[in-house]
């Protein structure tokens, strides 16, 4: 694999660092549509910087999304790097551009991943605004953050570990397997049956990318989607990204809560 993206993130990692005066991040987190409140619950912001400040980084083009890194001190003393700048797939930008921010974790210290992503839900009884654990995810994007003869196991990769720490805060808390798309646009009914055919729960267009990258750099991953909407054929209203905007924000405060609870126990 060539080093040039590592290079990169080296690089994005060092102006972190020189920027906030942090020289090493325990935990990253990936703030996906719904989540962005759960920084502001997680510990004390240290330093916020502007994504575009830092090597290989671009301004978000989702609404809903952050331009911002922030390096938050938690009471627990650990210090977490949050990545509100996310790059999509559908973005054009290449794989190394989607899982620069997760080699940019990896390069600052992080040994913990934690994703988060808004998406449509394929289980009824999950309704608009349920937090639910991915267990595993299926790829359909028809690519990989691995170039070359790169072979990683992916076994296990959302951790189990931290999935039952999850279930310590909130015992109701489900899990899935989340299938990433490449959007934008939504899938159509027809494709909602493929994935539920092949064993997926959930379905949109991020994260899977970025735990493989993840796992590859050696970081312990823990990942969870916030269903904004039933996906096509089993919702009985058009799809719109309002309303997974909407939904996210019904539901921001609680799962915000959530989620910083969480975290604080790694």
Request: aromatic residues 6%.
């Amino acid at each position: 694999m060539t080093t040039e993206p590592f290079d990169l993130a080296e690089q994005a990692a060092s102006k972190i660092a020189e920027l906030t005066g942090v020289a090493s991040h325990d935990v990253a987190l990936v703030l996906g549509s719904g989540w962005g409140g759960a920084a502001d619950l997680i510990g004390e912001t240290t330093h916020t910087l502007n994504a575009t400040d830092i090597p290989g980084f671009s301004a978000p083009a989702v609404e809903g999304h952050v331009g911002t890194i922030r390096s938050i001190l938690t009471p627990q003393g650990k210090r977490v790097l949050v990545l509100g700048a996310r790059t999509h797939f559908y973005e054009g930008y290449g794989v190394r551009s989607v899982v620069h921010g997760v080699r940019t974790a990896a390069a600052a210290g992080a040994g913990i991943l934690v994703l988060t992503n808004g998406c449509g839900g394929l289980n009824p009884q999950w309704t608009p605004g349920t937090p639910v654990l991915i267990s595993d995810h299926i790829n359909l994007t028809a690519a990989s953050p691995l170039e070359g003869a790169t072979f990683v196991d992916l076994t296990d990769l959302y951790s189990p570990r931290i999935r039952d720490i999850a279930r310590t805060v909130d015992s109701s808390l489900e899990e899935g397997v989340y299938a990433q798309f490449t959007g934008p646009h939504y899938e159509t009914p027809a494709e909602v049956r493929y994935a539920k055919t092949i064993g997926a729960n959930l379905v949109g267009m991020s994260t899977a990318l970025e735990a493989i990258a993840a796992r590859h750099a050696g970081m312990e991953v823990f990942g969870m989607s916030l269903v904004t909407n039933l996906a096509a054929g089993i919702s009985e209203t058009p799809l719109s990204h309002a309303e997974v905007i909407e939904a996210g924000q019904a539901a921001g405060e609680r799962i915000s809560r959530l989620l910083a609870e969480i975290l604080g126990k790694l």
